[in-house]
């Protein structure tokens, strides 16, 4: 946090107080915690986030999948002469 709180200007108490809620609300509310298999402290807390890293882990699979399809339907001129068996 420090790292961010001293990127503004703390020119007054205010001012602090007013980065340093802005700070621990994104950190509890809309930050996944390293700790936590994709959830925010206050779904971890509230006990909101137990689907999360289902939701991730599907997410994951279905990117890899998407990826998996789109390279496999790329083509070039090089690799398709590389495979010609016929010429």
Known sequence: ????LYLNTLDTVATVEKLVTFYVEQHN????HSAFPGQTPNEIHFGTGEDIPQQLEDSRIAARESRLKSNRVQTCQT???????DG
Request: hydrophobic fraction near 45%; aromatic fraction near 6%; charge should be negative.
């Open 79 to 85: 690799c398709e002469e590389l495979v010609d068996i």
């Open 29 to 32: 509310v809309h930050m996944p």
């Open 1 to 4: 946090m420090h790292q961010w």
